[in-house]
């Protein structure tokens, strides 16, 4: 399967991986968005969060906690932070590996675009 996300899971490709496990990987967004903006995906691969099914909703857990971790960690927890999953066109979704994206270190406004 041609996929970059699997890509980067398997380290065929190179990402700055910030945190890894069994389940999951994290890496910086290549176009951040915010000064900190990363990307936490499952090893599985999911094409889009319609894709997600039962069993995986631990593991879509583990990516939220995956997040909130490595904003602990960073120092940004309490200042705020960001999630967000896009889905398909209107959703705007780009790369179809379902991913956690973590916006951190500045104010972010509400709604999104
Ligand atoms: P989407 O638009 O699907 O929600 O988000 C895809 C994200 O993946 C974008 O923020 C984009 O910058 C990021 N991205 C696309 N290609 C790469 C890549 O090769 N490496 C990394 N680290 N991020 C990527
Ligand atoms: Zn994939």
């Not at 065929?12 to 967004?29: C, H, L, Q, S």
């Not at 995906?41 to 039962?54: G, L, Q, S, V």
């Not at 999630?83 to 398909?88: D, G, S």
């Amino acid at each position: 399967m041609d996929c970059l996300f699997c890509a980067i899971a398997a380290k065929k490709i190179t990402a700055d991986i910030v945190y890894e496990d069994d389940k999951v990987v994290a890496f910086n967004d290549i176009d951040p968005k915010a000064p900190t903006h990363i990307l936490v995906i499952p090893r599985k691969h999911i094409a889009t969060i319609n894709d997600m099914e039962t069993d995986d909703k631990e593991l879509l857990g583990h990516m939220a906690y995956t997040a909130k971790s490595i904003a602990a960690e960073k120092g940004f927890a309490e200042d705020g932070f960001r999630l967000a999953m896009n889905c398909n066109g209107h959703g705007g979704q780009t790369v179809f590996h379902i991913h956690l994206h973590m916006l951190g270190e500045r104010q972010l406004s509400w709604p999104p675009g």
